[in-house]
């Protein structure tokens, strides 16, 4: 095997078993950016060795016992250095298990450690940028320039913001652990909303010169599809990963040869991922079945769904699409949601019932400089025939839209009311 597929190899590795590694490591020394460390000085080590000797038969447990022993030989020197400390115990009670040998049978333990760390990088302690770009670094695996290209930040601002996410949950005590049943609720609301942030982020770019960024996606799936294997009781868990299946099963057809944006109605729906689409409703039957009330990932996932199964735009079961909207908006009270009730009121009720429904909507803060609240009325307004109207409400979304990519399509759009 050449040096280059050893290496690629390796970031293939790093990248399943980064979050098992930081996860079993936080357990023993009580601190993710302790444990983090140790997780990458086993990868460089892995980095030196593998080219000459090759990739071991479980380099999971490779790394496990490098990261170990640079976490032994790094105590033993501080214990030996400081040895009148009082705090001292802590550190021989964390030599001790460091220096235990795995047990035979570690599956639970695993997953259980790879939960609490889910839970932990996405703390209400910290931001929301801070949750994702923590999650995507000790989750995702990403190195922090991976994260900066995907959120087209420099850096410096990665680095920052997750050396003190790390600060902050040392600061705060933040334990290790699974939320208690009380706490439950609000808190995988929270994970659930990150994984939700990073998906969209790659569905739908809000800056930059690309339209999709599948390869963010890929790393939400990923981590949709760890938290279903670890929660899989939850609803609203398999709600989510439904949903993200069944939009991730378009990407290929929502992008044209030269890099442009393909519409809903202009895709070619044979380019879609028909095994997604499948995982994505089996997720959503066994979301369905798992809970009396459906949430908000879940009556998204149906509207998915509605999408998945029609063979075109105008088979689409649009009344269904627009109570599943009303369901979803008494349950989320989002403008975002009510706006894209009136576009689906518009291709179900006609575009006069939308247009009244996004005028309605034009004074709510939320959507304050939100371009698709004037893209929409402009849809609304071309189906009408009041070309002039639409022109100007493309424009204007096409002012407030920060990605390259879209912001042509409004341009070209407008330019079409003008012809």
Request: hydrophobic share 45%.
């Amino acid at each position: 095997m050449t040096s280059t597929a050893i290496h690629r190899a390796i970031d293939a590795v790093w990248r399943i078993e980064s979050a098992r590694l930081i996860a079993g490591l936080t357990r023993i020394v009580g601190d993710v950016a302790v444990a983090e460390d140790l997780a990458q000085d086993a990868l460089v080590a892995a980095l030196e060795r593998w080219p000459n000797s090759g990739i071991p038969d479980n380099p999971g447990a490779w790394l496990m016992t490098t990261a170990k022993r640079r976490g032994i030989d790094a105590l033993r020197r501080r214990v030996a250095l400081e040895r009148k400390r009082p705090v001292i115990g802590r550190e021989l009670e964390i030599l001790q298990q460091l220096d235990q040998p795995d047990p035979a049978a570690q599956v639970e333990d695993v997953q259980d450690d790879v939960l609490r760390l889910i839970f932990m990088t996405c703390h209400p302690v910290l931001s929301r940028e801070a949750r994702v770009a923590l999650t995507l670094r000790l989750l995702g695996g990403l190195s922090t320039p991976e994260i900066a290209r995907a959120f087209l930040v420099s850096e410096g601002t990665v680095a920052q913001r997750i050396v003190r996410a790390k600060r902050t949950l040392a600061e705060a005590r933040v334990p290790f652990e699974v939320p208690s049943r009380d706490e439950l609720a609000e808190r995988l609301s929270a994970v659930l909303e990150v994984i939700y942030l990073v998906f969209n982020e790659g569905y739908t770019a809000t800056t930059g010169e690309k339209w999709t960024r599948p390869e963010l996606c890929a790393d939400a799936l990923r981590l949709g599809r760890i938290l279903a294997a670890l929660m899989p009781r939850e609803p609203e868990v398999h709600g989510l990963l439904a949903l993200m299946e069944l939009q991730a099963s378009r990407l290929r057809a929502r992008v044209g040869p030269h890099g442009e944006p393909v519409l809903l109605a202009d895709q070619d729906r044979a380019r879609w991922d028909h095994l997604l689409v499948q995982r994505g409703l089996a997720g959503l039957r066994r979301a369905e079945e798992t809970s009396r009330a459906l949430g908000p990932y879940t009556l998204q996932a149906a509207i998915a769904a509605c999408h998945a199964r029609a063979r075109s735009i105008e088979e689409t079961d649009w009344p269904r699409i627009v109570a599943l909207y009303d369901g979803l908006a008494a349950l989320t009270g989002s403008p975002v949601v009510e706006l894209n009730r009136a576009v689906a009121v518009t291709m179900a009720f006609g575009p006069e019932a939308g247009l009244e429904l996004v005028d309605s909507l034009a004074d709510e803060p939320a959507l304050r400089g939100y371009h698709l609240l004037p893209g929409v009325r402009g849809d609304a307004l071309a189906r009408l025939g009041r070309l002039t109207e639409a022109r100007v409400e493309f424009e204007r979304a096409a002012d407030l839209c920060e990605n390259q990519r879209e912001r042509e399509l409004l341009l070209s759009r407008a330019v079409a009311c003008g012809a």
